[in-house]
């Protein structure tokens, strides 16, 4: 089931991810990198970014993606997870970000969602709804 959810973001290639600031403001911002390793869904970021500061302080996040034809929707919580090995997963499925990325900066981050929620809806069908 997950891995439904996981091909929908691939064919999509972009999707939205919203987080909350400190101060209750929301924000959305375009990602690409989705990555399903040992059956958890994984996102990339960098430490550096604001939103990884975001989440770091709220980590309940929520995901978009539109294929033309239907939407998904994905509430959840990210986790961070340290490991070399998720990073280097991360990064081989998405060699471009070597430039910018390593497996062993302080840097790179991926997080994985847990306790999730995906949606997917369209005008002309149910929601189909799948947790993970």
Same mark, same amino acid.
């Given at each position: ?13 972009? !999707? ?9 403001? =929301? ?14 869904? !994984?996102?990339?970021?960098? &430490? ?45 499925? !998405? ?7 390593? =497996? ?7 997080? !994985?969602? &847990? ?11 149910? =929601? ?5």
């Amino acid at each position: 089931m997950m891995q439904e959810v996981y091909e929908f973001l691939k064919k999509c290639s972009t !999707y939205y991810l919203a987080t909350v600031e400190e101060n209750g403001q =929301p924000r959305v911002r375009p990602f690409g990198t989705i990555d399903l390793f040992e059956n958890k869904l !994984y996102i990339q970021t960098g &430490k550096s970014k604001e939103v990884s500061k975001q989440i770091a302080a709220n980590p309940k996040v929520e995901l978009c993606a539109f294929d033309g034809k239907k939407w998904l929707r994905v509430a959840g919580t990210l986790v961070r997870d340290e490991r070399v090995e998720a990073k280097e997963h991360m990064l081989d499925n !998405y060699p471009s970000l070597k430039k910018m990325y390593s =497996p062993t900066d302080d840097n790179t981050e991926v997080l !994985y969602l &847990k306790d999730a929620t995906a949606t997917f809806s369209s005008f002309t069908e149910a =929601p189909k709804e799948i947790k993970f």
